[in-house]
């Protein structure tokens, strides 16, 4: 099998996300298929020629060629400001405004042309404009999130009027296009059961397959390392659910456990912290923020409890089944472990509200007994259902139905 994989960002290092996920799935099809990635460079992420050539190096283990593209409003200040102001006047979404490339869609013409490739997989919906007109090979298209959805919960939690305003707009964009779109795609992936409802009740008949986000079980594992009664969450703060999450916790949270625990300490964990979480470690000794961290297993396996206060969101959360794979007890919103397939009680706590997220916190960081209860039981399924490769065998299932679908066994 020849699998053609775009991708909107070079998916090395595999921290966190979509860089996680798409480097350890292009790690399993390099064990079945013949793999050609074109990808766009994020160059906060890969910052020097040093770290290309890292990437490049490591991700030719396992794709016969690997090639990348720039990402144009990144290329300066000047270039930023232009695609904000073309994505407002675009009836396009902004991303797909963003990653608009004639070299990538050269590239992407000419490699079906030249290779048999027997599956073109397009890794988000704003690189569907890379499909060529008349494509005759199956596609599949990714959703690591309903980009709608998302973008919606974000507009809500949004207290700027202008901000709100633009968000909205944005959510009607996102809707169209994932609809025009998604139908002319022989499988749409979602990371969930629920993404995938929400998808064919947005564009009907849409053909879809669950390939959830996974874990590797060998990397993030528990150990001998004594918990302290500290709490810990991580995520970018270069993405606003996880900025939103951490400032959320502080400020409706964690008086209140602190109230019960005065000893207790948090740490954020993750890339560009916002200054006003910087400030809010300023003033309170108890609140770590330590930026990029590039192991953050020794961090994850010293705290008590993993904290997931998210309220924006889709898709799996990649950062709660590391935890899982870790051995650790969790307290999660609802919309934190949604698509996850737990059972609160049994694999996590779930909590709410800020009174409820508070109490379970502080029962924890009591019963050592219960954190370990919990935490054996997500290790366990973790394990079970959401190692990289029973995923992987996933994917290759999707792309087997979407190659029946057009009559053509890859």
Known sequence: MTVLFLSQIVPYPPHGGVLQRGFNLIRELGRHAEVHLLAFVHPDVLPTPQTLDESRQVLQQFCRTVEYFPLWPKANAISKVAALGAGLFSQDPFSVVAHRSGAFKRRVGEIIRERRVDVLHVDTVALSQFVPPGLTIPAVLTHHNIESLLMERRAQVETRMLARWYLQREVQKLRRYEADRSRTFDINITMSVPDEAILK??????????????????????????????????????????????????????????????????????????????????????????????DIRPLVRQAAVYVVPLRVGGGTRLKVLDAMASGKAL????????????????????ADTPEQFARATVDLLGAPETRRRLGDAARARVVERYSWSVVGQQLLRAYERAADRVGRVA
Not at 268 to 284: F, H, M, T, W, Y
Not at 331 to 350: A, R
């Open 331 to 350: 307290v999660s919103t609802t919309i934190g472990c949604e698509g996850i397939d737990v059972t609160p009680g049994t694999h996590l706590l779930v």
């Open 201 to 294: 009740q947005l564009v009907a008949g849409v053909r879809t397959a669950v390939v959830p986000n996974g874990v590797d079980v060998d990397y993030f594992a528990p150990d001998e390392t004594p918990e302290t009664p500290s709490l810990i969450y991580t995520g970018g703060m270069n993405m606003f659910a996880n900025r939103d999450a951490v400032l959320y916790f502080l400020e409706h949270v964690w008086p209140r456990i602190t109230a019960a625990a005065p000893d207790v300490r948090f740490l954020a964990v993750g890339q560009d912290p916002p200054k006003e979480l910087q400030a809010i470690a300023a003033r309170d000794r108890r609140v770590t923020v330590t930026g990029y961290v590039t």
